[in-house]
């Protein structure tokens, strides 16, 4: 099946037949054909990735990570727009991990989600204290703060019933963190699209793998989502995760494209081409012996 055909058919039936967007989140939005595309390439996009890594398989209840950011933000966006089309069979909850950072604005999240009608849970964790307590001085908050803030993001999914946890990294989170594994962890290695957590009992999801920041960025922007800034990781300077963004950039710029092309590079491995044992048997390979292969050639004829 074709599903980039037949999503957007279904996008222009529905959208022609009710006269526009169908749910509240888009009674605001911009009905310009440049929005409309971008629109409909990226629920392509997370539909594409549904298919491909058979997200929906025995799913009923999904927690959907939204730190207040864009691409958490175009996440739960997208898929209400799908849920609210009949395209997504799955009940949402949004959950917004409160992790006590300075300035934090309380107010903003509940209120969106109460105006939009979305069943939502926000948690108070203190996060924020235990990072700055035992990172050093001049270190990364980064990998402890996702730490923490992942455990409790898969405790209250199991409080609230779910399936899965749903987070909103895109085409160029994957690929920095490939990126940071290659060039500081000596291994490849990026970000699943679907992901068995280590006890057994939830999934993870990325439903945007296969959307491009700029794609989401742009899709914020015109939606005019209510940003929270990050006054803890975002605020710091010279992270690995930066230096792999600014990589990429130039090389895009050199190269247009390229972006796409090392994401499918990542769908398409080829271990009998790589270095691993463990992956391919290499001790297994045996070449045939010419000669004697020859020789039962004449014998047989």
């Known amino acids: ?6 999503v957007t058919d279904e996008l222009e039936s529905l959208e022609a037949t009710e006269g526009g967007p169908l749910h509240a989140l888009f009674a605001g939005a911009p009905q310009s054909v440049s929005f409309n595309k971008l629109r409909k390439r990226l629920l392509r996009n997370v539909r ?17 990570g939204l730190s207040g950011g864009k691409d958490s933000y175009g996440l739960l966006a997208i898929l209400l727009d799908l849920q609210w089309r009949g395209l997504l ?9 409160d992790q006590g950072q300075p300035n934090f604005p309380k107010h903003v999240l509940p209120e969106y989600l109460s105006s939009i009608g979305v069943k939502h849970r926000i948690e108070y ?11 050093p001085e001049g270190g990364t908050y980064c990998s402890l703060c996702s730490r923490l803030r992942r455990g409790n993001l898969y405790r209250i999914a199991r409080e609230e019933g779910c399936d899965a946890l749903v987070l909103g990294h895109h085409r160029e989170d994957i690929l920095e963190t490939f990126f940071m594994n290659f060039f500081h962890g000596g291994r490849l290695a990026g970000m699943p699209a679907k992901l068995l957590n280590d006890e057994g009992d939830l999934m993870v999801l990325r439903p945007l793998a296969y959307c491009a920041e700029d794609d989401m960025a742009k899709f914020a922007a015109a939606m005019q989502f209510p940003i929270i800034p990050c006054d803890l990781c975002g605020s710091q300077d010279g992270l690995q995760r930066n230096a792999m963004k600014a990589m990429l950039a130039d090389i895009e710029t050199r190269m247009p ?11 398409h491995v080829n271990p009998s081409h790589l ?23 004449v014998a047989q004829d």
């Open 48 to 64: 594409q990735a549904f298919d491909d890594f058979d997200m929906l398989k025995g799913q009923k209840r999904w927690l959907v």
């Open 257 to 267: 494209g390229r972006k796409d092309t090392m994401l499918r590079a990542l769908s």
């Open 89 to 97: 069979p799955v009940e949402l909850i949004a959950c917004n991990l």
């Open 1 to 6: 099946m074709n599903i980039a055909a037949t």
């Open 125 to 135: 964790r203190d996060t924020y204290s235990i990072v700055k307590e035992k990172v």
């Open 275 to 297: 270095l691993d044992p463990k992956l391919f048997d290499f001790s297994g390979l045996i070449a045939s012996d010419a000669t004697d292969d020859a020789a039962r050639g």
